[in-house]
């Protein structure tokens, strides 16, 4: 069953990047408890106290992770955007195979709605590959991309980019006088694109938001 609590957690560390030992240390657990939940079904559902810790570290509603079924969708005062699972090239340029999304990050809703004017389903995270955009973003990093911001209300800034079947990450510098702009790297050790046509490089959202993990 996909909307099983055990396989949401089990997504969720692989998608993060998390281990079950050092989810279950943070709830003062012994390092197997989480794998035994997961795998073994022992316990058999997870505490209020724990089900909480995990919702709010993940930023998902506790229903996911087998909470009450009134607050399927999202929790009180929270906003899900949906991650999609393709990658946004800092690099070379990544191929899209896949633009189906799952909820995958809750955002408080006056908070976003104070980063932008924009509806959550024009809302949308995927993850950067490469290092082109460093230090600014860096691989790994998720990114909260305004599908509603893009060729409209161009403005300097990071847009995710759709150029031939690629999508990359970079930023615009716009010609004041002209609709032409430089694509830039923030890595100096890659160059810009001078002078490119909007329809050459298709801007299809703005980067609003960035999340990393901490090594």
Known sequence: MLNDPRLVLERLCAERGEDFAGLSRMLGRNPAYIQQYVRRGVPRRLGEEERRKLARYFGVPEALLGGPAEQVGAAAGLVSIKRHPVMVSAGPGVIVTEELGKPYFAFDERWLKALTPSEPANLSIVRVEGDSMAPTLNAGDDILVDLGDSVER????????????????????LNPTARRVTVQSDNPAYPDWPDCSLADIKPIGRVIWSGRRIV
Do not use: M, N, P, S
């Open 154 to 173: 161009l403005r300097d800034g990071i847009y995710v980019l759709r150029i031939d079947d690629a999508l990359v990450v970079k930023r615009l510098a």
